[in-house]
C-alpha cells in the first residue's frame, strides 16, 4: 500500500510538471510524458542526458543564490581539474550568562474580606498576592561559514568562503542551572560534500556549461540508467541530498532556539519550479526564443540543435530561467515575513533552508527522472512479452531453446528413466528427479551421457562385506538457473514401483572410479510412491576462489585447495537401482525370466529374506551332479518351490508350537478363563468360523485334543507334517501328462543391459568407454574459469532433505495412504534394503547384474537480479548466458568440441555471442596435433 502511494505521488508530479511545461513552451509544444510518446531507443539516452544536465544547471542556480559568484564557480573548477573540491558548512555556537533580574508579579484575581458589626457592614478589606519571580538571561550566539575547499584545505589558499553571517539571540530562563545550551559548541556542525562531478561536468571554460554525456560503446554501459555516467551522477546527487537534508535541519532547529513565532508557509516550496521532468514532445520540438538569463543561469548546448523529441537547449534554459524566478519570488516572500537582520533565525538563514530544501528537491526529481527511463524499459518489455517472466517460466523457454540448439544425438533428456531388464519386459517401475513449481512437477533436463565401467564397481554394505554390481552408468550433467537468489523449484527424486514389482534405490555419492559410497537406501514394491526432498547449495565460482587464496599463505592455500577438492567431488550425486527378480533368479540357479510371472513366489521369497532372514542355500536349486546342472527351467522352479513350502511349513509348525505353549502357560495361570475360550472357539467352529478346519469331522478330533489338554495338560499332539518335496528334482507327473519335453539348453548368464534400455537418452558415441567420473567435476571446473567471462557459474552440491514422505498400499483393495519418514524409518528402510542386498549376494559373494548407476553433477548459473530486471537494468539476454554456460556443461559431459554437438544453423549465431568457446576448442585440437 506504501508503495501504491508513494507511486501515485511521483506521478502527481510529473503530471503537474507536464503542466507547466505547457504553460511555459505553448500548449502547441504538446509536451508529454516520455512513456505516452512513441520514440527510439537513442531517445532514452538522450532524455537522461538532458534530465542530468537540467539538474546540473539547477544546481548551479541554487550555488549562486547561497552566495557563490561566477568567478568563485570558475577558480573551483579550476581546482577540481587537478584535486577534488568540497563544500563545507560549520557552524559554532556560545552561550555566555548576561545578568539575573527579580520582578514582582501579582496574581490576576484578589481576595476581599468583609466585616460587619450588629449585621451592618462596616468595611471591605481586599488582598492579592504578589509573586517574586527570578528570572536568568542568556545570549546565544552561533556563527555560520559555508566555504569551498580543495584536497583538505589544509593551507588558507586552499579554501574559499561563500557565505558566512554571525547571529545572536537573548535567551530566558527560570533557572541558572542547567544552561541552555553548552557554553561552547565548536563546530556544532562541520558538514562536507565532495562536488568535483559538478565541476568536471562544465567542459566549456568560458560559459560554465554543462556537458553531462554517456559513452555508448564503454563496456560499463548497460543502459541509460546503469552505466558509468550515470552511476557517477548518481553518486553525487545523492551526497547533495544527504548534505542539504543535514543543513536544513540544522537550520530549522535554530527556529526552537529563537521566541518568535514564525510561519512556515513563507519556506513552502509548492510554487518553487523544479526543471527536471522526463518529458517528451510528440512531433518533435525546435529551438524556442530563451529568456533574459540570470544569474549563473547556464546553457545546455549551443544553440541551433537539431529538432527531436526531448528537450532542446533553448527550451531548456525557458525551465531554468523559470526555476529562478519563482525562487526569487519565494525569498522576497521570506524578505516580507522576517524583516530586520536581528536574531538567530533570520531572512538569511530562512532563503538558506529554502535553497538548501530546494536543492534536495532537484535531486529526487532527477532520480524519478532516470528511474522513470527504467520503469519504461520494464513496462515495454512486459508488454511486448505479455507478462513478467518468472524464473519456472524461463526454464521452460530454456527446454524449448534446447530442441532447436542441440543435435538430436546430444539432445537433453528429462531426468525420467524405467527400470526394466530390456526393452520386451515391461518397467518394474520408475525414478526421476523432479522439480515442483506450484502445484506441478515435471522432471529435470539434463545433458546425458551413457557409459559402462569395464570393470564391476562395489560399495560397502558394512565393515566386513562390499558388494559389487555391473551395469550401465550414466552421467549426467544438471545445469540449474537462480535469479535474485531463487531457482523458484523445489528439487525431489521420487521412485514409483509398479503392482507386484520391486526394485532396490541407493542415494549417495561416487568417491573413486569404481566405488560408491551409499548414504541412504529404500526398497520401492507393490505401488509404493518414495519421495525424497533434496536440497541445493553452491560453492564458489573458480575465479570467486582464486581471489579469496590469493592473498593466503602456502600452507593456507593448500588446505583451502584440499577442501574445496572433497567439495568438487561431492557434487557426483549417485542414484543406485538394484532389480531384485533377476538377482534372486541367479542367487536360486533359476533361467532367466523364472520368476517374471511368479508373483506369489517372489513375494514369498522376499518375505523369507528380509523377515525370517532364511539363508539362501536353503532355498536354492542345487546343482550337485551333471545332471542337475542341465535341469530345465520347470524342474528348477519347482524345486525352488519346494523349498519354499518346506520352509514355511516348517515356520508354521513352529509358529502353532509357540501358540500351544502359550495356551498352556496360560491355563496354569488362569484355568476358567481358558476353559471359557476354548469353549467360544469350539462354538465358532460349529458355526463354521474357525479357519484351517475343513469339515465338521475334522473338527471334532481337534476340538477333543483342545478339551483334553484343558482337563489334563498332556503335551499337544504332533502336527502331521505334510510330505517333503524332492530336493532337486521335479515331482513326478500324472499319467495322463503328455511326455516331458526334452531339456533346454542352459541360457548364459544375464547380460549387461544396453544403455537405450535403461530408459535414458541417446550417448554421445554409443560405445563403452572406461571413464573417471571423479574427475568431471574438476574438468568441469577448470572449464568454467576458461570460457566463463562473468563467473556465474558455481559447482553445485546435491544433499538429501529430511523430509521423506512414502506413498503405500497395504492391500489390493486399500486405499493408498501416504506417510511421513523421519530419521529413524529412514534408518529402518536402509536396514531392510541392506539385509535384503545381504541375501541376494550371499554377503558380497555373488555380484549385482541388473544394476544402473546415475550420476548427477550440478551447477547453478546466478543471476543477481530477476528475469525481468537481469534483461532491463543489466540489458543482458539471459538466454545466451545460460546458453553459453550449458554447452560449456555439454561439452564436458560428452567430451566432444562444442561445435560437435549443435546444429549446424546456430553455430554462427553462438559464435558471435561467445566466441571463447569455438576458440577453446580450436586450441585443444591445437594441442592435442
Known amino acids: 500500500m506504501a508503495i501504491e502511494l508513494k507511486r501515485y505521488e511521483i506521478e502527481e508530479r510529473l503530471n503537474k510538471a507536464v503542466e507547466k511545461v505547457k504553460q511555459l ?34 544546481q548551479l542556480n541554487c550555488l549562486g543564490l547561497l552566495g557563490m559568484s561566477k568567478e568563485q564557480l570558475q577558480t573551483l573548477r579550476t581546482w577540481a ?56 538571561f542568556w545570549n546565544f550566539e ?133 526543471p527536471v521532468a522526463p518529458i517528451m514532445f510528440k512531433d518533435g520540438i525546435d529551438e524556442v526564443e530563451e529568456a533574459t538569463s540570470g544569474q549563473l543561469l547556464a546553457a545546455l548546448a549551443k544553440p541551433g540543435a537539431a529538432a527531436g523529441l526531448v528537450l532542446t537547449a533553448s527550451a531548456g534554459n525557458l525551465m531554468l530561467a523559470e526555476e529562478l524566478r519563482t525562487l526569487k519570488e519565494q525569498r522576497e516572500n521570506i524578505l516580507t515575513a522576517f524583516p530586520g537582520d536581528n536574531g538567530i533565525f533570520t531572512c538569511a538563514e530562512a532563503c538558506m533552508c529554502l535553497t538548501l530544501t530546494h536543492m534536495r528537491s532537484i535531486t529526487e526529481r ?36 534446447y530442441r532447436k540448439l542441440f543435435l538430436d544425438a546430444y539432445q537433453p533428456n528429462q531426468f525420467c528413466f524405467a527400470v526394466r531388464r530390456s526393452e520386451v519386459h515391461g518397467p518394474e517401475g520408475t525414478v526421476s528427479i523432479e522439480e515442483t513449481h506450484g502445484d506441478q512437477s515435471a522432471p529435470i533436463v539434463t545433458l546425458e551421457n551413457h557409459g559402462s565401467t569395464p570393470t564391476a564397481m562395489n560399495f560397502p554394505l558394512n565393515a566386513s562385506t562390499t558388494i559389487s554390481f555391473e551395469g550401465p552408468v550414466h552421467l549426467h550433467g544438471w545445469l540449474c538457473h537462480s535469479f535474485s537468489g531463487q531457482t ?7 521412485a514409483r514401483a509398479r503392482q507386484f514389482s520391486s526394485m532396490l534405490v541407493l542415494v549417495g555419492r561416487v568417491t573413486s572410479a569404481t566405488s560408491f559410497d551409499p548414504t541412504y537406501a529404500a526398497i520401492v514394491q507393490n505401488k509404493d510412491e518414495l519421495t525424497v526432498p533434496l536440497e541445493m547449495s553452491v560453492i564458489p565460482t573458480p575465479k570467486e576462489f582464486k581471489d579469496a587464496i590469493a592473498s593466503l599463505s602456502p600452507e593456507q592455500q593448500k588446505f583451502a585447495k584440499a577442501f574445496r577438492a572433497m567439495q568438487l567431488e561431492s557434487t557426483l550425486f549417485g542414484v543406485l537401482v538394484v532389480q531384485i527378480k533377476p538377482q534372486l533368479e541367479k ?13 506369489k513366489l517372489t513375494q514369498d521369497l522376499m518375505e523369507l529374506f528380509l523377515k525370517y532372514q532364511i539363508p539362501s542355500d536353503l532355498l536354492s536349486f542345487s546343482e550337485d551332479s551333471p545332471e542337475l546342472k542341465t535341469a530345465p527351467a520347470t524342474a528348477r522352479l519347482a524345486a525352488v518351490k519346494g523349498h519354499v513350502k518346506n520352509m514355511y511349513d516348517m515356520i508354521n509348525q513352529e509358529k502353532e508350537q509357540e501358540i500351544a505353549d502359550k495356551k498352556q502357560q496360560a491355563l496354569f495361570q488362569n484355568p476358567l478363563q481358558v476353559e471359557t475360550h476354548l469353549q467360544s472357539l469350539v462354538l465358532c467352529e460349529e458355526q463354521g468360523g474357525v479357519r484351517g478346519l475343513r ?43 503328455k511326455p516331458a519335453p526334452k531339456p533346454a539348453e542352459p541360457k548364459a548368464e544375464p547380460q549387461v543391459p544396453k544403455e537405450s534400455q535403461a530408459g535414458g537418452g541417446s550417448g554421445s ?70 539385509d535384503l542386498l545381504d541375501a541376494i549376494t550371499k554377503s558380497g559373494a555373488l555380484p549385482l547384474s541388473h544394476a544402473s548407476l546415475h550420476i548427477v553433477i550440478a551447477a547453478t548459473h546466478c543471476f543477481d537480479k530477476t528475469v525481468v530486471d537481469t534483461v532491463v537494468q543489466d540489458n543482458v539476454n539471459p538466454i545466451e548466458k545460460v546458453e553459453r554456460s550449458t554447452l560449456i556443461m555439454a561439452s564436458t559431459v560428452h567430451q566432444q568440441p562444442v561445435a560437435a554437438l549443435m546444429n549446424e544453423a546456430s553455430q554462427q549465431r553462438v559464435f558471435n555471442a561467445s566466441p571463447q568457446l569455438f576458440l577453446q576448442d580450436a586450441k585443444d585440437a591445437k594441442d592435442e596435433a
Open 587 to 599: 542367487l536360486l540357479n533359476l533361467h532367466d525370466d523364472s520368476l517374471t510371472k511368479e508373483i
Open 142 to 274: 552561533a556563527n555560520f561559514t559555508l566555504e569551498a575547499f580543495k584536497g583538505v584545505g589544509a593551507d588558507a589558499s586552499d579554501r574559499l568562503t561563500i557565505w558566512s553571517r554571525q547571529g545572536q539571540v537573548e535567551l530566558k530562563t527560570a533557572t541558572k542551572n542547567p544552561a541552555p545550551h553548552p557554553e561552547v559548541r565548536s563546530p556544532a556542525i562541520s558538514k562536507e560534500v565532495n562536488i568535483s562531478w559538478l565541476l568536471r561536468s562544465m567542459s566549456d571554460p568560458s560559459t560554465l556549461m554543462p556537458s553531462f554525456g554517456i559513452d555508448r560503446n564503454a563496456k560499463a554501459c548497460k543502459t541509460p540508467r546503469r552505466n558509468g555516467e550515470t552511476l557517477k551522477a548518481f553518486a553525487h546527487f545523492q551526497a547533495i541530498a544527504h548534505w542539504t537534508s543535514y543543513l536544513a535541519d540544522y537550520i530549522n532547529h535554530l527556529r526552537d532556539v529563537q521566541p518568535k513565532k514564525l510561519d512556515d508557509s513563507t519556506l513552502s516550496l509548492e510554487n518553487v519550479f523544479v
Open 366 to 401: 532527477w532520480a524519478h527522472a532516470v528511474d522513470y527511463v527504467e520503469s519504461m524499459l520494464r513496462k515495454q518489455l512486459v508488454a511486448a512479452i505479455g507478462k513478467e517472466v518468472t524464473p519456472s517460466e524461463f526454464a521452460s523457454y530454456m527446454r524449448f531453446h
Open 25 to 58: 513552451l505553448g500548449a502547441e509544444k504538446a509536451p508529454q510524458l516520455a512513456g505516452d510518446v512513441h520514440h527510439e531507443y537513442e531517445d532514452k539516452y538522450l532524455l537522461v542526458e538532458r534530465a542530468t544536465n537540467l539538474a546540473a544547471c539547477a
Open 765 to 834: 558415441s554409443g560405445t563403452c568407454t572406461t571413464r573417471d567420473y571423479t574427475q568431471v567435476p574438476q574438468e568441469m571446473d577448470s572449464q568454467f574459469e576458461k570460457l566463463d567471462p562473468d563467473s556465474a557459474l558455481r559447482p553445485t552440491i546435491i544433499n538429501v532433505g529430511s523430509a521423506w514422505k512414502k506413498r503405500s498400499q497395504k492391500a489390493l483393495l486399500a486405499e493408498p495412504k501416504e506417510s511421513g519418514l523421519d530419521s529413524d524409518e529412514q534408518k529402518r528402510e536402509k536396514d531392510a534394503a541392506f
Open 81 to 136: 581539474a587537478g584535486q577534488e573540491v568540497s563544500l563545507r558548512f560549520k557552524s559554532k555556537e556560545t552561550c555566555a550568562f548576561l545578568r539575573e533580574e527579580t520582578r514582582e508579579e501579582e496574581a490576576p484575581r484578589k481576595a476581599v474580606e468583609e466585616v460587619t458589626v450588629g449585621g451592618v457592614l462596616r468595611s471591605a478589606i481586599t488582598s492579592k498576592v504578589v509573586t517574586k519571580i527570578t528570572e536568568y
Open 488 to 494: 523458484g523449484a523445489q528439487l525431489s527424486l521420487r
Open 695 to 737: 469339515s465338521r469331522e475334522d473338527a471334532a478330533p481337534a476340538r477333543r485334543s483342545v478339551k483334553q489338554r484343558a482337563r489334563a495338560a498332556p503335551a499337544p499332539p504332533p502336527v502331521p507334517s505334510p510330505p517333503a518335496a524332492a530336493s532337486g528334482a521335479a515331482p513326478p507327473a500324472p499319467q495322463s501328462a
